[in-house]
C-alpha cells in the first residue's frame, strides 16, 4: 500500500505541475473569447515560463537572499500542497497524512513566503501588496480550516482522503445543506486565496489596486518563473480541491494503471470545466473596493460556521 | 451594465478579433529565447499621446497583439521589450535610461511613432533632449505619425515569430 500512496503522492504533483500551467492558459483563453479577442492559446502560460526560466534575474539594489529563496519556498510548498491533496486518489503516505491542517499549514507558508519576497526589495508598492495579501490570508485561512472542517464532522476525521471516500461512498451527502453552505464558503475562500476577481485583478497594470501583482514587481527571470508557478500550483490545487469535494467521481480508492489513467483524465476534465465556470463569471464581475473585502471574506466565514453548526445539530 | 444586457452584448458582437495576417520576416538580431513570448513594458518618454491611442488599439479587440504571444506588464523586471513612444523631455531622459536598464537581458527596445525616431514634429523643442536612439540602443523602429496599430502588431510579430 505504501509503494501505491508514493505513486498517487508523486502522482498528484506531476500532473498538477502539468496541468496547472494549461489551466490558467484555458481560463484566460475563455476570457479573451468573451471579450471578442482570439486569445493567446492554451499553452501560453507554458511559452511564458520557459521563456522566463532562460532569462537572467536582475534584483533591485539591496535585496537580501529573500528574493532568491522565497520564490523557491514557494513553489516547494505549492508542490508539497500539490501533493497532499487528493485529487487522484485517495491512498496516502502513513506518515505524511494529508489532514486539513498539514494542508492548510502548507498554504500558509507559500503565503509568507509571497509577502517577504514582496517585501524585500523595500519598494512601496510591495510592501503594500504584503500588507494586504496578509490582511486577506488572516481573514481566509479560517474559512478554508472552518468549511472543510464542517465536511469532516460527519466522516470523523480531518485527513482529506478520507472526506473524499465518505463522499464517494454516500453522494446524498453533496447534496446536504451543510456540503452546500461549507463549499460556498471554501469557493470564496479560494478566489480570495488565489488572488483572483472579485478579490484581486491578475491583469492589472493600475499599481495603486494590486494585490498579488504588487509583490511580485521586483521579481525578474527565473524567480519570476518560480513565484508565478508556485501561483498556478496553488490555483491548480485548490481548485482541483474544490472540483473533488464537489464531484469525487474518477478518484481512484485503489492504485491501479488504470483507475489513476481514469483519475488523470477525470481531474483534467473538472478542472478545465471549473476553470472555465470561474473565468465566465469573472467576465461579469468588476474588482471590489479593498475596503469591501473584509466583508465579503467575513460571509463566507459566516456561511462556514454556519456548515459546522449545522452538521452538528444534524449529527446529535 | 445589467448582466442579461451584458450576455446579448457578448452573444451579438461573438468574435471582433480580425483574421490574423501572414507572419512578417523574423528581426534578424531576435533573440532566440523570446520566441512565442513577448512581455512589453510602455514608456511614454514625452509623446503627444497619439501614438498610445495606437498602442491602445494594437492590444485592443480587433488587432487583438495578445494572440501572437505579446503581452502589456507593469514592470520593466518582467518586460523583454521596452516600448518607448514620444520624444524623450529632459525630465524623461534618466527614468527612460533606468527603465531599460532595470530590463533583464535579453531585451529589445523598440521605438514607435516619429517622435521616438527623429523627434518628428518637436525637433529642436526646448524641453526635447532628443530621439530615443541618441540615449539608448534602439533594436526596431515602427515610423509613422501615428503609426497604424497594424504596423505596431507587425512590429512585434518579427520578435515574436508568431
Redesign the interface.
Known amino acids: 500500500m505504501s509503494a501505491g500512496a508514493a505513486v498517487v503522492t508523486v502522482g498528484q504533483a506531476a500532473v498538477l505541475v502539468a496541468l496547472s500551467p494549461l489551466l490558467v492558459g484555458v481560463m484566460r483563453q475563455v476570457r479573451?473569447?468573451?471579450?471578442?479577442?482570439?486569445?493567446?492559446?492554451v499553452l501560453?502560460p507554458w511559452?511564458?515560463l520557459?521563456?522566463l526560466l532562460?532569462?537572467?534575474?536582475?534584483t533591485a539594489d539591496g535585496v537580501s537572499w529573500i528574493s532568491v529563496a522565497g520564490p523557491l519556498v514557494l513553489v516547494a510548498s505549492s508542490l508539497l500542497l500539490c501533493a497532499l491533496t487528493p485529487v487522484l486518489g485517495t491512498a496516502t503516505l502513513d506518515r505524511v497524512p494529508n489532514d486539513l491542517f498539514v494542508v492548510v499549514a502548507a498554504l500558509l507558508i507559500g503565503t509568507v513566503a509571497l509577502a517577504l519576497v514582496g517585501l524585500d526589495a523595500g519598494t512601496a508598492f510591495g510592501g503594500m501588496g504584503s500588507s494586504r495579501h496578509m490582511t486577506i490570508a488572516a481573514l481566509v485561512e479560517p474559512t478554508v480550516l472552518v468549511s472543510v472542517y464542517a465536511l469532516s464532522i460527519p466522516v470523523g476525521s480531518s485527513v482529506l482522503s478520507q472526506i473524499v471516500e465518505a463522499r464517494l461512498d454516500h453522494p446524498a451527502t453533496i447534496w446536504s445543506p451543510v456540503s452546500l453552505l461549507a463549499l460556498l464558503g471554501l469557493a470564496i475562500a479560494i478566489v480570495a486565496e488565489t488572488a483572483r476577481l472579485p478579490i484581486d485583478n491578475p491583469s492589472?497594470?493600475?499599481?495603486v489596486t494590486?494585490v498579488h501583482?504588487a509583490m511580485?514587481?521586483?521579481?525578474?527571470?527565473r524567480d519570476?518563473a518560480w513565484l508565478e508557478l508556485g501561483s498556478w500550483l496553488r490555483l491548480g490545487a485548490l481548485l482541483g480541491l474544490l472540483a473533488t469535494l464537489l464531484a469525487p467521481w474518477g478518484v481512484a480508492t485503489e492504485v491501479t494503471a488504470l483507475g489513476l489513467a481514469v483519475a488523470v483524465g477525470a481531474l483534467a476534465l473538472k478542472l478545465a470545466l471549473i476553470g472555465s465556470l470561474l473565468a465566465t463569471v469573472e467576465?461579469?464581475l468588476a474588482k471590489v473596493r479593498l475596503f469591501r473585502v473584509p466583508e465579503l471574506l467575513a460571509g463566507s466565514f459566516v456561511l462556514a460556521f454556519l456548515a459546522v453548526t449545522a452538521s452538528y445539530l444534524v449529527a446529535s | 451594465m445589467s448582466?442579461t444586457r451584458?450576455v446579448g452584448l457578448?452573444r451579438r458582437?461573438?468574435?471582433?478579433?480580425e483574421p490574423?495576417p501572414a507572419i512578417p520576416d523574423g528581426h534578424p538580431g531576435r533573440p532566440t529565447?523570446?520566441?512565442?513570448?513577448v512581455?512589453i513594458r510602455h514608456v511614454d518618454a514625452g509623446s503627444c499621446n497619439g501614438c498610445e491611442i495606437e498602442v491602445g488599439g494594437a492590444f485592443g479587440?480587433v488587432y487583438?497583439a495578445?494572440?501572437?504571444?505579446a503581452?502589456?506588464?507593469?514592470?520593466p523586471?518582467?518586460a523583454?521589450v521596452v516600448l518607448v513612444t514620444g520624444v524623450v523631455t529632459h525630465n524623461m531622459l534618466e527614468p527612460l535610461r533606468r527603465t531599460v536598464e532595470?530590463?533583464?537581458?535579453?531585451r529589445l527596445v523598440l521605438a514607435v511613432g516619429d517622435c521616438a525616431r527623429n523627434c518628428g514634429a518637436f525637433k529642436g523643442g526646448y524641453g526635447v533632449a532628443g530621439a530615443v536612439h541618441d540615449v539608448v540602443d534602439v533594436d526596431l523602429e515602427v515610423p509613422g505619425c501615428p503609426p497604424e496599430p497594424s504596423a505596431i502588431v507587425e512590429a512585434l510579430r518579427r520578435v515574436t515569430g508568431r
Request: aromatic letters at 2%; charged letters at 30%; proline letters at 6%.
Open positions: 479573451a473569447r468573451l471579450e471578442g479577442r482570439a486569445g493567446a492559446g501560453q511559452r511564458d520557459r521563456k532562460g532569462k537572467e534575474p536582475l492589472t497594470h493600475l499599481e494590486m501583482e511580485v514587481l521586483e521579481s525578474s527571470g519570476l467576465v461579469f | 448582466l451584458l457578448i458582437s461573438g468574435r471582433i478579433a490574423a529565447a523570446l520566441a512565442g513570448s512581455q479587440p487583438d495578445e494572440r501572437y504571444g503581452r502589456l506588464v507593469a514592470s523586471r518582467h523583454d532595470a530590463t533583464p537581458r535579453p
